[in-house]
């Protein structure tokens, strides 16, 4: 019984230790497929990050964080900032690269990529202490790991960041340093992430006509480099500047290719900033009803996400449109929802209407004393804003570094785009030339080969003349060519030339009465006594099975006629009792063409028409 006791006990041991081993096998594959996969997605441009499928994959990946590096959990961080930016949600990009930041031991390559993409973050949001602060670090760390390309776009965060805080020395510095790696790495020529940097920081300064010159630049390097997944947004900021410009018919036509864009790559948030776009312009051109639907299309997708200010946005000229029509409760709706959120976030100087619409609000209802709250508050944010304002030295030594910074970002865009212009025609004049190489080297190729065909095909018909086998003729095809050829030539020259027919007229019998073999061996007996007749300059060939044409150049038609009474004869000899009592009958006939014979298939089938027929001579 402890036997039997002991026994099972081990048999579960065994199926335990069985099922854990395929268990932890299982999970090893798991994961090192799932390292496979975040790899050839951070090989991927971020533009075309498929959302989904990264997403999926995080909820795999980090919730067993344990079972990866440090390494491999920053990257997907990095792939879900990147995700989360291609939609739009700049919160979400935000906090997924502090998260990945936050990694312990990672290599110095991904954390200035995260550094990199904190600043372009807290960049678009507009607090550019904290760009120039991550942007250091990642000039710091990218000219460690020698890496152009990411010092670059950290020299131009730095370099605007500076600008807008109006420490223009050190921008004037950075700008240089940009400018000269550009012209120094020809291969970051088309480095649009550089050039919409410093387009967005001259939007920041309110230089909307030199923005607007560098987001044209952009779009036009997008097109020409085929990076058209990103370009919603370099038409929504070129919008933006041309909205600022009161271009509004430039600008609708902005926030719609953006809207367009968006929709193609099923970016919902993005979508919601472009309709907000449309709405604003459509309001400025008193189109009401239509940018009620625009705006309410944004404001219904952007109070779903963690957009504050941009919901706000479209709250204030809801209850502007409303107003407009003379819709006063359902302005009033949006002005309330507007007042609420504008006590949880910061107002932009732009946003300062809402206090203006508030007063007029609250007066409407008899509402003095909230009126004139409103208004205080919009007078103290009015003095916020100026004082907050970066405060730009009057002197000349500032406004002309000021001017130099402006003129080095716009001349960084004409030069990149001149040199990817230049570059392109470079390439394209090196594919023709290689392609005019490659037709060259081709052409040489075909020649040689036809030059040795033609002297292998020479060098063969000369062996095959000299060692062709004794039973040899020529088949249909080559004897019709070689009796055209012949006869032409005769008719040119002006020479004679002999013209035999020859017929086993039996043949048709023969083939009926004798197996395949027996008809082979007449055949080869035939070719064999022909060949032994002719003369050295005669040529024969074979017309149809059993029959023989004869062609003798300069020989007249008595020497060719002796020639073929003395292989009749022998035909008649050899076959003479060797196929029982069958018998191999055969006729010939011979001809000279005359100056009146002009085609050689007429004169042949005279030719075949007279050929006498030869009794043979012995009998059985």
């Not at 009057?394 to 910074?405: F, R």
């Not at 003349?465 to 003729?473: A, L, S």
């Not at 017309?543 to 008649?572: D, T």
């Not at 006939?589 to 012995?618: G, H, K, V, Y």
Request: charged letters at 20%; one cysteine or more; glycine letters at 4%.
């Amino acid at each position: 019984m402890r036997a039997l006791v002991k026994r099972r006990a081990l048999y579960l041991v065994v199926f335990i230790c069985i099922f854990l081993s395929g268990h932890t096998i299982a999970q090893e594959l798991a994961i090192t497929e799932n390292i496979k996969k975040i790899d050839a997605f951070f090989a991927m441009e971020k533009e075309i990050l498929p959302a989904d499928e990264v997403i999926t994959l995080a909820n795999k990946v980090i919730k067993q964080r344990h079972y990866y590096s440090a390494n491999t959990i920053a990257k997907m961080f990095i792939l879900l900032s990147d995700t989360a930016d291609n939609k739009g949600d700049l919160g979400k990009s935000i906090q997924f690269a502090q998260d990945g930041l936050g990694v312990v031991g990672i290599n110095n390559v991904l954390r200035v990529n995260l550094l990199l993409k904190l600043a372009a973050g807290y960049y678009v949001e507009g607090h550019f202490h904290q760009v120039h602060e991550f942007a250091q670090e990642a000039v710091k760390l990218s000219r460690h790991i020698t890496s152009v390309k990411s010092l670059l776009v950290a020299l131009s965060y730095s370099a605007m960041s500076n600008a807008l805080i109006a420490n223009n020395s050190a921008a004037h510095q950075e700008l240089q340093e940009v400018s000269q790696l550009l012209a120094d790495n020809n291969q970051f020529n088309n480095h649009l992430e550089v050039i919409e940097i410093l387009a967005l920081a001259l939007l920041y300064q309110q230089d909307y006509n030199t923005a607007k010159t560098l987001y044209n630049k952009a779009i036009k390097l997008r097109f020409e480099s085929n990076k058209i997944d990103g370009i919603d947004r370099s038409y929504y900021y070129l919008a933006t500047t041309n909205l600022k410009l009161a271009r509004l018919n430039d600008a609708y036509s902005g926030f719609y290719q953006a809207k367009q864009q968006a929709t193609k790559n099923k970016l919902p948030i993005r979508i919601a900033f472009a309709n907000l776009g449309l709405g604003q312009v459509l309001l400025l051109q008193k189109d009401y009803a239509q940018a009620i639907e625009h705006l309410q299309k944004a404001e219904s997708r952007l109070k779903n996400e963690s957009f504050g200010a941009p919901y706000l946005t479209a709250l204030i000229n809801l209850a502007k449109a409303y107003s407009a029509i003379d819709d006063k409760p359902a302005s009033y709706i949006a002005l309330k929802r507007a007042e609420q959120l504008a006590q949880k976030i910061e107002i932009s100087y732009d946003q300062l209407d809402l206090y203006t619409l508030l007063a007029d609000m609250y007066s409407e209802k008899n509402k003095e004393q909230q009126a004139l709250e409103a208004l205080k508050k919009q007078l103290q944010l009015y003095k916020e804003h100026y004082y907050q304002k970066p405060v730009t030295a009057q002197g000349e030594k500032d406004i002309s570094l000021d001017l130099k910074n402006k003129q080095i970002a716009l001349n960084v865009a004409v030069q990149s785009d001149l040199r990817q212009s230049y570059f392109k025609k470079y390439q394209n004049t090196k594919k023709i030339i290689y392609l005019l190489l490659a037709l060259l080297i081709i052409f040489l190729f075909t020649s040689f080969y036809l030059y040795l065909s033609q002297r292998n095909q020479r060098l063969n018909k000369a062996y095959d003349d000299i060692e062709r086998p004794i039973d040899y003729i020529a088949p249909p095809p080559q004897t019709k060519k070689m009796y055209q050829l012949n006869f032409k030539k005769a008719r040119k020259f002006e020479y004679v030339i002999s013209v035999g027919y020859l017929s086993i007229d039996n043949w048709q019998e023969l083939t009926f009465s004798f197996n395949k073999k027996v008809v082979a061996e007449v055949t080869k007996t035939i070719a064999l006594l022909i060949n032994e007749y002719i003369g050295e300059f005669d040529q024969v060939g074979l017309i149809n099975e059993g029959e023989y044409l004869f062609l003798s150049p300069h020989q007249s038609k008595e020497s060719l006629q002796a020639k073929l009474n003395l292989l009749s004869n022998a035909i008649n000899t050899r076959f003479f009792a060797n196929l029982g009592d069958f018998s191999v009958k055969n006729s010939y006939s011979c001809q000279s063409p005359s100056p009146q014979d002009i085609d050689p298939f007429i004169f042949l089938s005279r030719l075949s028409e007279s050929a006498s027929i030869e009794t043979p001579t012995f009998k059985k």
